[in-house]
Each structure stands twice: as structure tokens, then as C-alpha cells.
């Protein structure tokens, strides 16, 4: 990615973020619309899934064929582009599309306890 120091990252949990990744999962479920688009980092997230949460991520490493604590977290393990969203308040899906994935993670320069960051300082 050029000027990779100006794209944003976007955190998610596991098994969400691998799902992603793999393409089974093709938009993100956020209680607010997301005006970004174009490609962003995804930054699989330290914090494991509560609560629903945690239902359907049981769900997904039953699909993925994996357990809690297989894929990586706390870095930034690939790419996707946002394409719009649609939804109502409470309730909006971010369209995902055409995800990569890193050939290895990446430790972030930078990280922050928001939904989005900047994982890399300017140079």
C-alpha cells in the first residue's frame, strides 16, 4: 500500500477477523454507519468476544475448523475494502470486499483503544 503511514486500521476480534480474511464474512454489524471507503488494515484485536459475541464466535471457529487462541491478535493481519454500509440505527452492516491477507503480521506502530487507528507514524 502506498503512504501506508495514512491508512487506517480497523480492529476486530477473532475468530471475526480471520472470517473476514477468509471471505466467509463479507460485511461488519457496527451500532453506527461508516462514511470510510477504499481499502484499510484489519487489526485482529487482543479483547476475545463477551457476551452474543462470544455465541457467534463459537460459531465461526466451528466453521473455520479452529479453537480460541489459533489465529493471531494484536496485529495487523491484512487488508479489505469498505464499499458503503446499509442499516438503521443500532444496527448498520459495513459491506466488506476483496480482503488480503499479510504474507506475515505486522505489529503496529501505534495503537489506540478506538475502532480505528493509524497503526504506522509518520515518517
Given amino acids: ?9 480497523l480492529s476486530i476480534k477473532q475468530p471475526f477477523a480471520e472470517a473476514i480474511l477468509r471471505g466467509i ?12 471507503r477504499g ?7 487482543k479483547t476475545p468476544p463477551v457476551g452474543v459475541q462470544k455465541l457467534y464466535a463459537e460459531r465461526y471457529y466451528d466453521e473455520l475448523n479452529a479453537k480460541p487462541g489459533e ?4 496485529v495487523l493481519v491484512g487488508t479489505v475494502e469498505i464499499t458503503g454500509y446499509d442499516g438503521s440505527p443500532g444496527k448498520f452492516r459495513w459491506h466488506l470486499k476483496a480482503p488480503e491477507r499479510l504474507p506475515e503480521p505486522i505489529q503496529p506502530e501505534a495503537r489506540s483503544p478506538q475502532v480505528w487507528f493509524f497503526p504506522f507514524k509518520d515518517k
Fill in 25 to 36: 464474512k463479507t460485511y461488519e454489524e457496527r451500532d453506527r454507519p461508516v462514511n470510510i
Fill in 71 to 74: 489465529f493471531p491478535a494484536g
Fill in 39 to 45: 481499502r484499510v488494515y484489519i487489526y485482529a484485536s
Fill in 1 to 9: 500500500m502506498s503512504n501506508k503511514s495514512r491508512v487506517r486500521a
